[in-house]
């Protein structure tokens, strides 16, 4: 019975890199406070006339050169930020860019997608959220709403860091349970790249060493939905995965929402 397996990846961000002491010139932090919060360097935003869209095109037509049924990930969230200190805790988080891989069929037993694990609790929606516009809301938009700035993510960062660094671990044993597999089984954990002290809690949690582990949120922040699949690309290019490979990845968002993958590479 054939499998679903990867078959190619690609990703692209914007051309406009923005480090930490860019962020400094608008709002009150610096390029230390941010490294010892998130481990991010620089993030990439997108210019006047980018969009998501166009994001997602360039990551798919990278992965479908290289491959054939692309999934894709993309976000522009810096139009979406409060860029002022207001606004710093999460505006200094994220980045601009899209990922992409090509899944088709294969009949090899040997390779594919092994279990996939999803999981929610809606009792934690507002620890990260954009409230409006939305459907909850009559009406949808309105001035009011944005004078009170509905519009911009809020989110709990000592919540998330606590519930991410539990149940993206947790995701990782399910899946490895599923499939009578071991940490020292794992060749490499692409996690979320929500932030670098989550990353560390997961790997220790997981029981993972330090070469088991990728993570490139330093150069691109955290891109959300784009995360794993610009991970798992810049992975491939560095020549961390070959063929047989245990690779395993794990996620956390909004929700909160939280899964795992099992993959035979």
Not at 111 to 121: K, N, P, Q, Y
Not at 176 to 187: F, S
Request: hydrophobic share 40%.
């Amino acid at each position: 019975m054939p499998r679903t397996a990867f078959l190619s990846t690609g990703f692209h961000v914007p051309s406009h890199v923005v480090t930490n002491d860019d962020l400094a010139k608008i709002m009150d932090t610096s390029d230390e406070w941010i490294l010892q919060r998130s481990g991010i360097k620089t993030r990439y935003w997108v210019d006047k006339g980018d969009t998501g869209v166009a994001l997602a095109r360039e990551a798919s037509q990278k992965a479908l050169d290289k491959a054939g049924l692309a999934l894709v990930g993309a976000e522009v969230h810096s139009r979406g930020l409060d860029k002022t200190t207001r606004g710093r805790d999460t505006a200094v988080l994220f980045g601009d860019g899209a990922g992409a891989a090509v899944l088709g069929p294969v009949d090899d037993d040997g390779r594919g997608v092994l279990s996939t694990h999803i999981f929610a609790d809606g009792r934690y929606a507002e620890k990260l959220w954009v409230d409006g516009p939305g459907l909850a809301h009559d009406p949808y938009v309105s001035v009011e709403m944005l004078e009170q700035g509905l519009h911009r993510a809020v989110m709990e960062g000592r919540d998330v860091f606590k519930f991410a660094s539990i149940k993206m671990p947790e995701s990782i044993a399910i899946a490895l349970k599923t499939n009578r597999l071991t940490p020292a089984d794992i060749n490499l954990l692409v996690p979320h790249q929500a932030n670098q002290r989550i990353i560390e809690m997961v790997q220790k949690a997981a029981g993972l060493r330090d070469d088991q582990v990728y993570s490139n949120i330093q150069k691109y922040g955290n891109t959300t939905a784009a995360s794993i699949p610009i991970a798992l690309d810049e992975a491939l290019a560095e020549g961390r995965l070959k063929q047989g490979d245990l690779l395993v990845l794990t996620a956390f968002g909004s929700g909160f929402t939280w899964g795992s993958a099992a993959i035979r590479w």
